[in-house]
């Protein structure tokens, strides 16, 4: 059964940091394609950042220079850390998973969310 808990979520002042963890389960976490998203109230989710193949990374503009993805495959955990946070970035966050091409018929699978607030 494929599980994805996201941590680290809070309220920060901005220019905070805050580090969110997504641990996977599921035996997914080596060959699936691990990222994050955010939704904040009445907005669309949105790509916030993502391993792409050969895991080369891909940020939303807006992030860019301030948030980095990284992962720790022996504890089959994703990060995303976040610096210099701004009142946009409140939303809740998501861990997500995609599976490779080749997993004909896979779906992919989300988190629970974790909320991110940046207010002063």
């Known amino acids: 059964q494929v599980q994805l808990v996201e941590s680290g979520g809070g309220l920060v002042q901005p220019g905070g940091s805050l580090r969110l963890s997504c641990a996977a389960s599921?035996?997914?976490?080596?060959?699936?394609?691990m990222g994050w998203y955010r939704q904040a109230p009445g907005k669309q989710r949105e790509l916030v950042a993502v391993?792409?193949?050969?895991?080369?990374?891909n940020y939303a503009d807006s992030v860019k220079g301030r948030f980095t993805i990284s992962k720790d495959n022996a504890k089959n955990t994703v990060y995303l850390q976040m610096n210099s946070l701004k009142p946009e970035d409140t939303a809740v966050y998501y861990c997500?998973?995609?599976?490779?091409?080749?997993?004909?018929?896979?779906?992919?699978?989300w988190g629970q969310g974790t909320q991110v607030t940046v207010s002063s």
């Open positions: 599921g035996s997914i976490f080596s060959i699936y394609a």
């Open positions: 997500h998973a995609n599976p490779p091409w080749w997993r004909v018929g896979v779906p992919d699978y």
């Open positions: 391993f792409t193949s050969g895991d080369s990374t």
